[in-house]
């Protein structure tokens, strides 16, 4: 009989791999320890397989195709982020049957053989399974691109997972990749709810999985939250396990939470800052979605070279170079192309006083703009260091 031996909720921020110079190193240090205690559970759990569960930042799934849940059932797992790849064996037994299970449980599954995955699962395969002869299965959900699925179908496909893991011989971890509050891309990213968080925390640490549950997706909008859909599959999957939080980094733009949940462990651990949380939470608002809504039709020109940019560094290098000519390609107009020399614009602080990016004024995803900005600054620095080696160079040779 299977059984699910380990749970773990974790960040994935792609602040982690990039190391801008607009981060506290210290807290990102601090993620990537949380992260690596969760592969010595790992170690001690000895599971046959893990699960990892996260979401798309307009990487995998654009425009052309959004599912709702997908799974990967190819022979081998890709990632790609930060000009790091990665490629683990898929579990094809449990993914085949999870993929024919959940499809007569009425869940209408899509799946990939050769989906290339972004950091939400880079961030695991790098600092959790960290090279251990694990196979895995990748579930991807949408988190950003509404309309979103529940909270409440979420823990219902958990559930169904869960099912078919009892009647297999495994032993299953699920790693569920999400971040708490951030807003990238908004007027809101300097300012993350950080009192939701540390509410949400106290809960899992609870294990009052019930208090999230019954959140909508427009309320999790609202409080930069949606990337926990992830985590409603593992709670759907656990059940009432309480949790225990390895860390919580408050960075200026983002809540950084590891959390595990070991079955054998029925206690979780309260934490100072789970404690921190109030009793209950107020919602300000959570008519509909506020800030992650999918792109007018209008603006997919725009959005595609956003996109594509952040795969083909030979565009990020035209884009630094010659705008016109990547507008034309696009078949963008020259009025609307303007806006494109913004992605030069390196002045990160002002998005510290919730300046709406010119980009997303234009019609641009928040999020898809901004994990485009962050990956066309890093060719940026790249560019300029290589520059600059190579004067070093040069001078020390005249010398």
Known sequence: MGKIVAAFGTVHAPQLFVRPPSEDLAQLDADVAAMRLLGKDLDETKPDVAIVIGNDHMETFFLSSVPTFAIMSGERAHAEF????????????LAEDLLDKLVNADFDMAYSQDAILGHAFAAVYE???????????????????????????????????????????????????????????????????????????????????????SLTSEQLDVVGNTEMLSWMIMFGMIGDQPGELITYQPTWHHGHAVMRFLPDKRTGKFSEEGTKGPATYKFKGSEGYEFYKHPSPSAYKLNKILYDLRFKPSLRVRLINDIPSVAAEYGLPVEESKVLETLQDEDIEKFRNGTVHPLVKAGAHPLGMWMSVIVFHAELRRLRAAAAKGEAEKTSVTQ
């Not at 930060?82 to 037994?93: C, E, F, I, M, N």
């Not at 990238?184 to 999985?209: L, S």
């Open 127 to 213: 600092w959790v399974i960290e090279g251990r002869k694990i196979p895995v299965v990748p579930i991807f959900v949408n988190a950003y691109l509404p309309p979103l699925p529940t909270a409440r179908r979420c823990q219902q496909l958990g559930k169904a997972i869960a099912k078919v893991i009892a009647a297999r011989p495994e032993r299953v971890a699920v790693i569920a990749s999400g971040g708490m509050s951030h807003f990238p891309g908004t007027w809101k990213y300097p300012t993350p709810d950080f009192e939701f968080d540390y509410w949400a925390i106290a809960q899992m640490e609870k294990g009052n999985h019930e208090a999230l549950l």
């Open 82 to 93: 930060a000009r790091k790849s990665y490629d683990l064996p898929v579990h094809q037994g």
